[in-house]
Structures are given as C-alpha cells and as structure tokens.
C-alpha cells in the first residue's frame, strides 16, 4: 500500500479539538501511524489530549506523543528550544519517552522575540489584536525584515553552532532594538549566554534536527497525520485583520509537503466543537447566544491571550470556512455539551452563504474519542 496522509485543520478561531482528533487519527487501524506532522504555527499551539489515563497539553510536541507516535516540526514552522525542554520534561514526568524532529529549516523563536512580542501588544492597549505571548508572531515578522535587509535569519540548524546563534541574535537585537521592543538591550556578552543556554535546551529536550530532505524521505511511506495549529478564521490572509496569525492554517503547506513527498492518498479534515471558542481580541460570531457558558477546565481567562470567549456557530461561517479550506470531512467535539450543532440567525460579515446542514461524528472531549 503506497503513502497516504490525513491533514487536520481547525475550522474556527483555535480550540476545536485538533489535538484530540490527532491523538484519534493516529491510534486508528490496525497498526499506530507512522509520524505526525506540525506543518504550521508553532510554541502557540495548546492542544489538550486525554488518552490512556493521561493528559498532556501539546505546543512543542506532537499530538500523537501520548500514543507514542514520533512527531516531526515542518520547514514552515517555529521552534524555542527552552519550552521544548520544559515540555519533553512534562511528557517524561508522564512514563514517556517522547520523540520529535525539527527541520531544520524552521526558523527559531529566542527570548528576545518573546519580550518584544509582549512589547508590542503591550503599547496596543485597547487596541490589542490578540496574541499567545510566545513569539510566534514576532518571529515571523523580524526574520521577513531581517531576511529583507540581507541579514541573518535564525533557523533551527543554527542550534549546531554558537557562532551561527550569536551573528543572528546580534542582528534581532538591533532589529528589535531600533524599535523600542526591548526594555533592556542585552550586551554581545548576555547574547553569548542566551546561545549557549538555547544549546543546552536543545539537549536537554532530546530533540532531533534533521534537515527537510529526511522529512520527505520518511512522508514518501507509511500513514502520516499532518496536525495544524490554529484556525481558519485566524489565517494571516483569509482572517478578519488585525485579529488573526503570522500563519496559513488552511492545509495548504501540508499538501505541498505530501506533493512533493509524492503521497498519493491525502485526506483533509476539519475540525469544530458543537460551539465556536475564541481567545481574546477579535470577532467571534453568535458569542453570548448560547442557552449557558460551557465549562472550560483547559482555558483560562488569565495570560497574554486574555478572557476565552464562547458562542453559537452560525452556519454561514461554518460554510465559507468548508469552502476556503477545502476538507474533505469534519471531526465535531464536545458532543457532550451540546446534541447538535447551535447556531445563529447572523452572518457577521463573514462569507455571504446559505445555512448548510452539518453531521457530528463522535462524542466527548478526548480519550480519543473526538471524531
């Protein structure tokens, strides 16, 4: 049986059961899947799965860790090696012995990207556009910029070497510097010191850097589950600016990755609760039309992304979110608050289509049992 592939996407705002639909994907069949793929975003991801008597949020890590599937970063996403440690840490404290490559590719998110991320959203104020407070943003941003100007760009490969490490962040300083992002500019010598720890990171999570070739090598064989981060209201060009991502959530990157790795077979599916969900800043469709606030023991109202926020779907979004991200099937969540899809008469300025009748597949919230 040749390669074949199943691409999960979020169809909403973020927290549409992602993780949960992945941990699914991967333990279905007769044998585990071979690998699961984060092909966009990177450390702003929370994907809560409960499997096995486990429960693990996942925003380094692949989904499929808890079903101990090895997980690989994508070219077109970010990696800090410090929560990577702090969280291969968390799975060991688990049982596990989890297993992860980054391509090398992936550019690096760094502690100055995280402060100036903080920064700028900061000196937004009222105007905030919503955000994790884990520099995911800000890295894509300054290495554009930076790329643009003809300077170093940091990538994961550069984890192999100081010097590499040190030429980049001397550049993001004065980057970010110029624009009154860091409240205190590190000296070159506490920029040695933030490489040298970075290094010491990477170590200590056991990741693997591998360069893109070997992730196309192992996708041309075997079942891959490509897992998204975020989701298709928060894609950086279909989104309702500013409140949206550095990132395309749609399964656009996934299948350029199994086209070029050859994978015959691919299917997309995307992912909703029986309610929309929403972080913070930004539109949220229907929000207060629902009979009562579910509960919500893995989200907070505290942090950098600010208060969650639920409402009713209203199938027009529903709708125009099918059509821009092309999937072939849906994975609904969280049927144990609500029998059937609650929606609302509105279309919030979001797609101009009918209402389009929608089937639930599966119940719950995890132990894999999402789709």
């Known amino acids: 049986m040749g390669a074949r592939a199943d ?36 450390g702003q991801a929370a994907h809560t799965v409960v499997a096995g008597g486990l429960k693990h ?10 079903a101990g599937v090895p997980g690989w970063i994508g070219p077109r996403c970010t990696f800090a090696p410090g929560p990577a440690a702090a969280e291969a840490a968390a799975l060991r404290g688990l049982g596990l012995t989890p297993r992860l490559s980054v391509s090398e590719d992936a550019l690096l998110t760094t502690p100055l990207h995280v402060a100036a991320n903080l920064a700028r959203e900061a000196a937004r104020g009222a105007g905030a556009h919503g955000t994790t407070g884990t520099g995911f ?14 300077l170093p760009v940091l990538r994961a490969g550069d984890l192999g070497s100081v010097d590499a490490l040190l ?29 040298r720890r970075m290094r010491s990171a990477l170590a ?40 949206t991502t550095w990132s395309t959530t749609t399964p656009a990157n996934a299948r350029r990755l199994a086209a070029a790795a050859g994978i015959g077979e691919v299917r997309a599916l995307g992912c909703l609760r ?33 208060a969650f926020r639920t409402g009713a779907h209203d199938p027009g979004v529903i709708e125009w979110a099918v059509r821009a991200s092309g999937v072939d099937a849906l994975c609904v969540s969280h049927l144990d608050v609500f029998d059937s899809f609650v929606t609302t008469a509105g279309r919030a300025g979001i797609g101009d289509f009918g209402p389009v009748e929608l089937v639930a597949h599966g119940p719950g919230r995890g132990d894999r049992r999402a789709p």
């Not at 943003?137 to 003809?150: N, V, W």
């Not at 998204?228 to 060009?237: C, H, K, P, W």
């Open 7 to 42: 691409i999960v996407v979020g169809l909403g705002f973020g927290d549409e059961g992602k993780g949960a639909a992945v941990d699914y994907l991967s333990t279905r069949g007769a044998r585990l899947a071979d690998r699961v793929v984060r092909f966009n975003g990177g």
């Open 57 to 66: 949020t996942f925003s380094t890590f692949a989904s499929g860790t808890l």
């Open 137 to 150: 943003g800000e890295t894509i941003g300054a290495s554009e910029a930076l790329g643009d100007a003809g």
């Open 167 to 195: 030429a980049g962040l001397l550049a993001l300083r004065d980057h970010l510097g110029a624009q009154g992002l860091l409240s205190v500019e590190p000296g070159d010598a506490d920029l040695l010191a933030v490489a």
């Open 204 to 243: 200590a999570s056991g990741v693997v850097l591998a360069p893109t070739s070997a992730l196309l090598d192992e996708l041309g064989s075997g079942h891959t589950v490509f897992e998204g981060a975020q989701g298709l209201g928060l894609d950086e060009n279909l989104g309702a600016q500013p409140h």
């Open 274 to 306: 029986t309610y929309s969900t929403r972080h913070g800043a930004g539109p949220l469709p229907g929000e207060g039309a629902l009979p009562f606030a579910p509960a919500e023991p893995d989200n907070s109202d505290d942090g950098a992304q600010g």
